[in-house]
């Protein structure tokens, strides 16, 4: 899976910074919708789903509002990517100094280990993000809740007919920045108040790391030529990567709705507080049920899934090596 092991840490970095940049350019959309459906409550729906919420957030908050929160994820991506590719890859090798290979449970303990150390950077990063990416839905419930007001003022007239006569002036989204929020928070609460939810951040990213790892480097290890030529096409890379990282995301998303609900810092109307990883399972058990748990997993496959196949496809075929100029640039084909 090491394609070069005397890879420095500025060619892991640059490769991680290309694969997240591009990444999360073109997915990041799909992640707003699935932070803004984890966080709609069972009864409150706003949107139905994916597609639903992305054609009204266009509507209400223009085409760039799909990417409210995008600066945060460009910006923290770089660090976050390397972290993870890197560390997975210095534990592996470690793992297998002695005996050269590494049974699954060593794989999944370097996985393991990969996603620890990724929460430095990772915590911060989703905190500052589902803000931004969750004030468009609040604005949105905003504008529902004074219509059902008026509608059960009115003996239950119908909810269409209310908000006809409803005159009060639709709210607009905030615009508050990652940097004013960081302010506030370091004001507040301290450097704590940005690493709130690190429990359930742990929760979801040690599980991914542990599922996802393992099952791209074997998936990864069919796509070689030979036993004499392990070079793999790069095709194979992004779709290894791809099925590794949807297969991971949708194992671990009950513990992403957990997060996402412990990190949205402003409620909705009738929105209850958690406190804590456990009152939070708890309370979504009781309110919404077991489904609640699966609220945003196709979405975030989808998220998932070209993220880390081009990670991958990057972090494999050396872009950041061939930049610094470490190795010829190679990409293998079929």
Not at 17 to 27: P, Q, R
Not at 28 to 50: C, V, W
């Amino acid at each position: 899976m090491i394609l070069f092991p005397e890879a420095s840490l500025p060619a892991k970095l640059i490769n991680g910074g290309i694969a997240g940049m591009v990444g999360v350019t073109c997915v990041f959309p799909i992640d707003l919708a699935k932070t803004r459906l984890q966080n709609q409550r069972s009864g409150e729906q706003l949107y139905r789903n994916m597609m639903d919420c992305l054609i009204k957030t266009v509507k209400s908050e223009g085409y760039f509002g799909m990417y409210r929160g995008a600066a945060v994820n460009l910006t923290l991506v770089t660090p976050e990517k390397a972290i993870k590719l890197a560390a997975n890859d210095f534990f592996r090798h470690q793992l297998s100094k002695d005996v050269g290979s590494l049974t699954v449970f060593k794989e999944m303990l370097a996985g393991c280990c990969a996603g620890m150390c990724q929460v430095i950077i990772t915590t911060p990063m989703e905190m500052l993000k589902i803000q931004l990416q969750d004030a468009g839905r609040l604005v949105a419930q905003q504008r529902v809740v004074p219509s059902v007001a008026t509608t059960l003022k009115m003996g239950g007239t119908s909810a269409v007919l209310s908000r006809s006569y409803n005159t009060v002036p639709a709210p607009q989204v905030m615009q508050i920045s990652a940097i004013q929020i960081t302010k506030d928070l370091l004001r507040t609460k301290g450097v704590a108040g940005l690493y709130r939810g690190l429990g359930a951040t742990l929760m979801r990213d040690i599980p991914f790391s542990v599922v996802y790892f393992p099952l791209f480097a074997h998936v990864h290890q069919l796509g070689q030529h030979s036993s004499e030529d392990p070079s793999v096409p790069f095709y194979w890379s992004f779709m290894s990567g791809c099925l590794a990282g949807s297969v991971a995301a949708v194992s671990v998303n009950p513990c992403d709705v957990v997060k996402t609900r412990l990190q949205s810092l402003k409620k909705g109307a009738n929105e209850e507080t958690y406190n804590g990883v456990m009152d939070c399972v708890r309370k979504i058990l009781r309110k919404e049920g077991p489904k609640a748990f699966l609220k945003g997993a196709s979405c975030r496959a989808l998220v998932i899934a070209p993220l880390f196949g081009i990670a991958q496809v990057v972090y494999c075929v050396g872009v950041g090596e061939f930049l610094l100029g470490y190795t010829p640039y190679e990409i293998y084909s079929a």
